[in-house]
C-alpha cells in the first residue's frame, strides 16, 4: 500500500491509528482508490508500483483475484467493481457486497443497475508487488 495519509495518491487504508494520547483512537481512513470504484479504476491505469494491472480486452483472459469494473450508463465512469472468484469454461464469476453476491455470472444482466449501455473494463492483477 502506497501514498497514505494523502487520500488521492496511491491504494491503502488505516485501522484506527493512535492519537497520541492513551486509549483514544481516530477514525480510519483510506485513499478514494481503496473505497472508489471509478478512483480504482484510475489508479490501477497509471500504477507503476504497489498494486498494479493490466487492463485486458476480454473476460476470458482474467483468472481469480482479477477485477471487473462496470459502468451502468456507459458515460466512462466506473460504477461498481468486483472480484473474480472463479472461471468456468472460460467465464468469469464473482463475489460482490452492494447486494451480497456469491458466484454471481459477471455481466450482472440480472441486476438492477445493468442497462443496455453498460461497459466493462477487465484488468489482470499483478502477481508480483514491487
Do not use: K
Given at each position: 500500500?502506497?501514498?497514505?495519509?494523502?487520500r488521492g495518491?496511491?491504494w491503502?487504508?488505516?485501522?484506527?491509528?493512535?492519537t497520541?494520547r492513551?486509549g483514544?483512537f481516530?477514525r480510519e481512513?483510506?485513499?478514494?482508490?481503496?473505497?472508489?470504484?471509478?478512483?480504482l479504476?484510475?489508479y490501477?491505469e497509471n500504477?507503476?508500483?504497489g498494486?498494479?494491472?493490466?487492463?485486458?480486452n476480454?473476460?476470458?483472459?482474467?483468472t481469480?483475484?482479477?477485477?471487473?469494473?462496470y459502468d451502468?450508463?456507459?458515460?466512462g465512469r466506473?460504477n461498481?467493481?468486483?472480484?473474480?472468484t472463479?472461471?468456468?469454461?472460460g467465464?468469469?464469476?464473482?463475489?460482490?457486497?452492494?447486494?451480497?453476491?456469491?458466484?454471481?455470472?459477471y455481466d450482472?444482466?440480472?441486476?438492477l443497475?445493468?442497462?443496455p449501455?453498460?461497459?466493462?473494463?477487465?484488468?489482470k492483477i499483478?502477481?508480483?508487488?514491487?
Open positions: 500500500m502506497t501514498g497514505a495519509p494523502n495518491r496511491g491503502w487504508i488505516t485501522d484506527g491509528w493512535q497520541g492513551p483514544q481516530a481512513t483510506w485513499s478514494y482508490s481503496w473505497s472508489v470504484s471509478h478512483a479504476r484510475l490501477l500504477a507503476t508500483s498494486l498494479t494491472a493490466t487492463r485486458v476480454s473476460p476470458s483472459e482474467l481469480v483475484g482479477d477485477v471487473i469494473f451502468f450508463e456507459g458515460d466506473t461498481h467493481s468486483t472480484i473474480v472463479s472461471m468456468i469454461n467465464v468469469p464469476y464473482i463475489h460482490a457486497h452492494t447486494v451480497n453476491s456469491e458466484n454471481r455470472h450482472y444482466r440480472n441486476s443497475a445493468y442497462t449501455n453498460t461497459q466493462y473494463f477487465y484488468y499483478d502477481d508480483v508487488f514491487n
